[in-house]
Nanobody, 123 residues
């Protein structure tokens, strides 16, 4: 079955960087869209970034555009989220998700999710 496992979260200070990883298994990774979402306390889960199959394109939320970079290594079945210049408002649980066909920024289109990794940014 489809499995997604996030790693790389932690506690950092404002201005620092982190790289999240998501290891995938149980499906044909190279043919799926991979995405990152995040959920802050008391808020809905929100789109962060997505990358198309075979690196056909990327999409970012306005709040992270220019600071975060999503990438994938199909040979390793892994997707990454490089987060630079982190801000306290980036504090959230970050989730990896995948879909085959759908709207990249719409969380309801994603049938498969990881359990999440906590990112905390102190000021």
């Amino acid at each position: 079955q489809v499995q997604l496992e996030e790693s790389g979260g932690g506690l950092v200070q404002a201005g620092d960087s982190l790289r999240l990883s998501c290891a995938a298994s149980g499906f044909t990774f190279s043919t799926y869209v991979m995405a990152w979402f995040r959920q802050a306390p008391g808020k809905e889960r929100a789109f962060v970034a997505a990358i198309g199959m075979s690196n056909t394109g990327t999409e970012y939320a306005e709040a992270v555009n220019g600071r975060f970079t999503i990438s994938r290594q199909d040979a390793l079945q892994t997707v990454y989220l490089q987060m630079n210049n982190l801000r306290p408002e980036d504090t959230a649980v970050y989730y990896c998700a995948t879909l085959e066909v759908g709207t990249w920024a719409r969380k309801d289109d994603y049938p498969y999710w990881g359990r999440g990794t906590q990112v905390t940014v102190s000021s």
